[in-house]
């Protein structure tokens, strides 16, 4: 199981908790995950990504093992810690200012 961490926003939109445990086939994937996260949460669909292109919201960043993964292509394997559970994988929403 992966744990993942979600924003305020977001586990207040699903209605869970603020760590999940999601169920993702091997090869787990930054995509892999997210659809399966979306899939045990569907009020998350089109929040973390489009929709339609499955591309990532402009204000919502991925981390793991202290590495932004925000701009990796959906085809990226999660690191090991993440997989074996050991390490989150933290959806953040960003925050812009002027």
């Known amino acids: 199981m992966i744990r993942v961490i979600l924003p305020h926003h977001l586990r207040t ?11 993702v ?3 787990a994937t930054i995509g892999s995950l997210l659809t399966s996260l ?9 929040t973390i990504r489009d929709q339609q ?5 402009p204000f919502v960043r991925f981390f793991a ?7 990796e292509p959906a085809a990226t394997p999660l690191p090991q810690a993440v997989v ?5 994988f933290l959806v953040v929403g960003a925050i812009a200012g002027g």
């Open 38 to 46: 979306e899939e045990r949460y569907p009020p998350l669909r089109g």
């Open 84 to 88: 074996s559970g050991k390490e989150p």
């Open 25 to 27: 086939p091997p090869p």
């Open 53 to 57: 292109t499955l591309i990532r919201r």
């Open 65 to 71: 093992c202290g590495e932004d993964l925000s701009h």
């Open 13 to 23: 939109l699903a209605g869970s908790p603020a760590e999940v445990e999601i169920a």
